[in-house]
């Protein structure tokens, strides 16, 4: 399968604690975007790289949240000390990197819920 | 505010008839405007995206910039159309790159 694979798709946890979720882009792909979605909402942006460099992060990103790209390739998202309003759906996204009138290809994204 | 606003949350039709999903956005400069899909159970992806000018399916979108709007349209709605639409924006502002989606519309199609 060569499209964006997001890793697990399910997770349930309780508050207060961590989680992490990885995606893996598309080889080629020098960019990587998550976003965030909750019910009856679109895809909400939260942070993109430019291959390792992470070029931009939303407001949404509180300091519970980060997000690393070594060496360029797969991504990790990490959830500190998890709250009720993190439960949504967590969705990775890559691009050629060209720029801004770029095709993002979508993982299946990986869904939190916080008991 | 730099927003998409996509005014319908459902839209139903009949097989056959013609389709129309709205989107206006608010940017302060020049973006790009994409139309994403998702059909059930299935990722989201790109339909089609103004810069390429395509028609994907039989929908076609039209960048009318005195309107701010990029309005998904298609003449004939076949039931394989029924899906959960997308209207979505990137573009600049002074260097920091904005990706914007809209709420999403609901199209189905009925027999």
């Known amino acids: 399968d060569t499209g964006v694979s997001q890793n697990p798709r399910h997770k349930i946890t309780k508050r207060g604690q961590n989680v992490t979720f990885r995606c893996d882009p598309i080889?080629?792909?020098?960019?990587l975007y998550w976003y965030r979605q909750t019910l009856g909402q679109g895809p909400e942006f939260l942070t993109y790289?430019?291959?390792?460099?992470?070029?931009?992060k939303s407001r949404l990103l509180s300091d519970r949240f980060s997000a690393e790209r070594p060496k360029g390739s797969f991504s990790t998202l990490e959830i500190q000390r998890t709250e009720q309003g993190d439960s949504a759906m967590y969705l990775c996204?890559?691009?050629?990197?060209?720029?801004?009138?770029?095709?993002?290809?979508f993982g299946a994204g990986t869904r939190l819920s916080v008991l | 505010a730099q927003r998409v606003t996509q005014p319908e949350k459902l839209l139903s039709v009949f097989k056959g008839a013609p389709v129309e999903l709205k989107c206006n956005y608010s940017y302060s400069g020049s973006p790009e405007l994409f139309w994403y899909v998702q059909y059930s159970r299935q990722r989201l992806q790109l339909l089609l995206r103004h810069i390429s000018r395509e028609s994907i399916k039989g929908f076609t979108a039209d960048l009318n910039k005195g309107e701010t709007s990029f309005h998904l349209k298609k003449p004939f709605a076949q039931e394989e159309d029924s899906a959960m639409y997308y209207c979505?924006?990137?573009?600049?502002?002074?260097?920091?790159?904005?990706?914007?989606f809209g709420t999403g519309t609901r199209l189905k199609v009925l027999a």
């Open positions: 996204a890559s691009s050629l990197g060209g720029g801004y009138e770029d095709i993002q290809y």
């Open positions: 790289f430019q291959n390792e460099a992470q070029l931009e």
């Open positions: 080889s080629e792909h020098n960019r």
């Open positions: 979505a924006l990137s573009g600049t502002t002074s260097g920091t790159y904005k990706y914007i």
